[in-house]
C-alpha cells in the first residue's frame, strides 16, 4: 500500500532554512511524478515545486523561486524540500504528494496528484 509521509517541519525565524522529507513506500517511487504543497492557514492548499520521475524536470512556484529546491532519491524513497530564507508568508502545512506518471520527464505544478501524505507543520516567525 502506497504511503506518503513527511518530516523535519518545525517553528524557525524568517531567514532561516529547513528541509523536509517525504518517506515513500509501497510503490517504486521510480515511475512516479512527485510533488510539494502548501497550505497557510485559511487559505487553499496551493502547489510550490514538482519533480519529475528522474528529476530532470522542476517546477516551482513564483513564491518560492530561487529559495526551495525541490530533489529525489528513488534508490532511497525520498522526496525533499530544501528551504532557505524562509518568510513568514511560508508558514503552513506542507504535504508531499505522488501520481503515476508514464512520461519520464513530465511533472508539471497544474497536474493531478492523486497520494497525499498527512503534512507537516512549518512556522516562520518574523
Known amino acids: 500500500q502506497l504511503r506518503l509521509v513527511e518530516s523535519g517541519g518545525s517553528l524557525v525565524q524568517s531567514g532561516g532554512a529547513l528541509r523536509l522529507s517525504c518517506a515513500v513506500s509501497g510503490i517504486p517511487l521510480g515511475n512516479y511524478a512527485m510533488a510539494w504543497f502548501r497550505q497557510a492557514p485559511g487559505k487553499e492548499r496551493e502547489p510550490i515545486a514538482s519533480?519529475?520521475?528522474?528529476?530532470?524536470?522542476?517546477e516551482y512556484a513564483d513564491s518560492v523561486k530561487g529559495r526551495f529546491t525541490i530533489s529525489r532519491s528513488n534508490v532511497e524513497n525520498t522526496v525533499w524540500l530544501q528551504m532557505n530564507n524562509l518568510k513568514p508568508e511560508d508558514t503552513g502545512v506542507y504535504f508531499c504528494?505522488?501520481?503515476?506518471?508514464?512520461?519520464?520527464?513530465?511533472?508539471?505544478?497544474?497536474?493531478?496528484?492523486?497520494?497525499w501524505g498527512q503534512g507537516t507543520q512549518v512556522t516562520v516567525s518574523s
Open positions: 519533480i519529475s520521475r528522474g528529476a530532470g524536470t522542476l
Open positions: 504528494a505522488a501520481r503515476f506518471e508514464e512520461t519520464y520527464f513530465r511533472a508539471s505544478l497544474t497536474d493531478a496528484y492523486v497520494h
